[in-house]
């Protein structure tokens, strides 16, 4: 199938150097390839958007990414560059690229002008947060649902564009259910847990009654959130704890979030995730480099549903969503 919009589609720079970070997702024998992927634009990743079927690709800055650099002044000096580097790739092919802009959360002002600057100067059709930021301190974590936020939440919603909310570790000092046992962490399970926590934190921190129009995108099917938010609701009812959300969990996923497909290549979760929110908040997406772009594609085209969910999925929620002409 051709036409394909992906919206979780990953870059790397030298310049600044930030995509040294994912080599430590990899093996010594594995880095300089996966390296080479993520540096790469034009070449091998536009010849297996072709092979693929995939029109459009959504540029976004690996994880953590800003997030990570807990000097406030370093992360608005970075951002900045780094959305002046994938504006660059863009513009030479504007027909087959887009982006989301990387944000310094760990200044909420300058995250705004950052935004601001990205989506009505550059063009950008959104923004991507790598999770929680690390701010003033390398054993830090502040996440999106802290007051210190609300204005940038009203930035998102009056710009009327959304934020993906990506993936990334918990930090080492936070991390105790996983000592001994590495291999949880990462994507294998550890990113959803961490993101899809995040995500439940903004919903019942009574962000989305305040800001009702923001839209945040959650990759993998949601994060684990479909499976479990019937259990979620169901148990808060018997026990609020006092939470400030006004409507059920599963009401703002319904409402506020929108699922990619990205590295969930699992025919049984698309159809959880289409009985949970509905085929128009599914967007296609591959996590290239960190998944194969062709086994994403082959395993969509494959699908056995309806055409008119598949061309939602496919592009035209990402259309919608995005205001891509």
């Avoid at 919009?5 to 024998?29: K, N, R």
């Avoid at 900045?80 to 990387?102: E, G, K, M």
């Avoid at 007051?147 to 918990?170: E, G, I």
């Avoid at 409402?255 to 599914?282: I, M, Y």
Wanted: charged share 25%; proline share 6%; aromatic share 10%.
């Amino acid at each position: 199938m051709t036409g394909k919009i992906a919206l979780e589609e990953h870059f790397g720079s030298t310049e600044p150097d930030i995509v040294e970070q994912s080599a430590t997702h990899f093996t010594a024998d594995a880095w300089p390839a996966q390296r080479a992927r993520l540096l790469d634009v034009h070449d091998q990743r536009l010849r297996m958007m072709d092979e693929g079927g995939i029109e459009l690709s959504v540029l976004s800055l690996l994880s953590p990414g800003i997030q990570a650099l807990w000097d406030p002044a370093v992360a608005v000096d970075w951002a900045h560059r780094l959305n002046d580097h994938a504006a660059d790739q863009v513009a030479r092919r504007p027909d087959r690229f887009a982006a989301f802009a990387a944000l310094p959360m760990q200044d909420p002002d300058a995250a705004i002008a950052e935004l601001r600057r990205c989506v009505l100067d550059l063009g950008f059709k959104g923004a991507l947060v790598n999770g929680f930021s690390q701010i003033g301190a390398e054993d830090t974590a502040v996440y999106l649902d802290d007051p210190r936020y609300r204005p940038f939440w009203s930035a998102v919603q009056d710009l009327d564009v959304p934020l993906y909310l990506h993936p990334r570790d918990s930090l080492p000092s936070r991390g105790e259910i996983y000592e001994g046992h590495p291999w949880l962490l990462g994507s294998a399970w550890g990113f959803s847990v961490e993101t899809g926590t995040h995500a439940l934190r903004l919903m019942g921190s009574g962000l989305f009654d305040e800001f009702p129009r923001a839209q945040v995108i959650l990759g993998h099917f949601g994060e684990l959130l479909p499976f479990n938010i019937w259990r979620t609701d169901h148990r808060l009812e018997v026990a609020p704890r006092g939470i400030p959300a006004l409507q059920p969990m599963a009401h703002y996923l319904r409402n506020n979030f929108h699922l990619t497909t990205s590295g969930n290549h699992r025919t049984p979760a698309l159809l959880n995730a289409l009985l949970e929110v509905g085929a128009d908040r599914l967007m296609f997406a591959t996590d290239y480099p960190f998944e194969a772009m062709r086994d994403a594609t082959e395993w969509f085209d494959g699908l056995e549903i309806n055409d008119a969910d598949r061309a939602k999925i496919s592009h035209e929620n990402a259309r919608r969503l995005l205001k891509l002409k």
